[in-house]
């Protein structure tokens, strides 16, 4: 029989095989018991999370005459063929090769009938972020007129791509990366299956690579298999997911502990060049100067664990002072710390880097202390030359914050250029806003902007805090922020704007506006702006001499004022010309 892949071969069957995703495999099950399912869902997640694994489980379950506990038996003529792929009332699709108002279309007719062995009619569209519009549009009608026979699966990886008008029929389940032990219980349950020996540490190894991604894990441990003779070691598993990196590592913090900064700046170009993710990576280098300072207390511990125990990394921990060490790693957390809120990991990284480099800067901010210049004589063209380069790094960081890369690129497209140091405030959609807006829309989103605020996770409520709802309509809402690098970090955070719509449709029903987003300096111009273009259109009526319109025009006028002040309540003033 010809080799079949481990991620296929132990692809989950049932809901408790799903490993990392219990909160949402839970939902699942209890909604197919209590028969309370939905008529569409969508999975959202990062790749090889379980999404159409859940959505195949979930075809069986629903349909299979002997579940159990909202499990499907996995033995029965229904299982088995749809686990085969050949049940025609389960029709997968991949929207990445179909991506057609057509084929849309096809899936709407057919869902027309009634399935013909199976309970439920299910339609797994994988990817479904890759459909056109037309097809978003097909779809939608098709999710607007639901079948009671009929459920969508919807899976993604990039939610922020779909409609919020699609959104906001799905029931959504967010699948998260996988940790990294339950992976590694995973791969020990396949090898033991399998009769396959291996080191311990050489799952950790492989886990840790997978970055929470079960079908990555064992891709990369099938590699190890190859790789190996008989027993999967420790060294195996090192070179099937880079050494390379281990041994960057030990030039980086080498060339920060030598106090080279464009070597270390240079070497962390290189590991990120290779595909290396800001977040891992800075994790690793914690880890990293932590199991430094442990091989200086207790070496032989470490010699039976770690995984880098290389001659320069020996020579480093034998070298450096502990204090050192301490700081560094000081510097480690918080940038790990920053990075977690920013679209720019990389940025941040370099100026850690600077930071680690410089090690009289670097001890000054981790603790805070002041540096005496007497007691700590520093080289003053060094200090310059450091100073130079801080600079750079920070004025890179400001351009990067100034034009942030939009991750669509239609957006980048359509998007008003902003200008290198300060967020463009997108004057004619604040006008927009204003025209439509009531105060009754306005009304009804503070009543709720609490609640929004908590439904968001913690790091878009932590943006949010500094903000608050100026104004509102049927289709638009305008909100202003307190710091303008916050309101230019929210303009540009898609999955900011799909969260906040999403929940906000479910506190207010079906209200799914667009966001748009000033800074709270701007907005008494703008408001001004907006109340005086309008003020002025009566008058020029006025000179166009129709007596009927001459009669209309104080009503009108006065309209103006009144929807101003339903607008912005007391803080309008109008000013007479
Ligand atoms: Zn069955």
Known sequence: MAY????????????????????ITKTLKNAIQQQKTSHAYLFTGPRGTGKTSAAKIFAKAINCPNSVDGEPCNECEMCRSITEGRQEDVIEIDAASNNGVEEIRFIRDRANY?????????????????????AF????????????????????????KIPATIISRTQRFDFKRIGVSAIIGRMAYILEQSNQPY?????????????????????????????????????????????????????FIGACLQQDVSSALEVLENILAEGKEARRLTEDL???????????????????????????????????????????????????NEIRFTNHANVYLEVATVKLATPQTAAANAANVQVSPATNPVDQAELTALKTQLQQVQKELQQLKANPTVEKEERKAAAPKKSANSYRVPTERVYQVLSEATKDHLLNVKNVWEDLLMALPVTQRAMLKASEPMAAGPSLLLVAF???????RADSNDELRLNLQNSLSMMIKNYTPEFVFITRESWPRLRQAFLSQHHDRPIEMEASDSEEKISLLPKETNEVVEQAKSLFGDLVTIKED
């Open 482 to 488: 307190d710091y303008e690098i916050v309101c230019q």
């Open 114 to 134: 009634a399935p013909t062995a199976a309970k439920y009619k299910v339609y797994i569209i994988d990817e479904v972020h890759m459909l056109s519009t037309g």
């Open 137 to 160: 549009n097909a779809l939608l009608k098709t999710l607007e007129e639901p079948k009671e026979h009929v459920i969508f699966v919807l899976a993604t990886t990039e939610p922020h």
């Open 4 to 23: 079949q892949a481990l991620y296929r071969v132990w692809r989950s069957q049932r809901f408790d095989d799903l490993v990392g995703q219990e909160a």
């Open 286 to 336: 914690l880890l990293y100067c932590r199991d430094l300072l442990m091989y200086q207390q207790a070496p032989k511990l470490l010699e039976s664990r770690a995984a880098y125990l290389t001659d320069p990394f020996k020579q480093l921990a034998e070298t450096t002072a502990s204090e050192r060490l301490y700081s560094m790693i000081k510097i480690l957390s918080d940038t790990q």
């Open 199 to 251: 080191e311990e540490q050489a799952l950790s190894v492989i886990a840790r690579a997978a970055e929470g991604g079960m079908r990555d894990a064992l891709s990369i441990l099938d590699q190890a298999i190859s790789f190996s003779n008989e027993t999967i070691t420790l060294a195996d598993a090192l070179a099937v997911t880079g050494s390379l990196t281990t041994e960057m590592m030990d030039r």
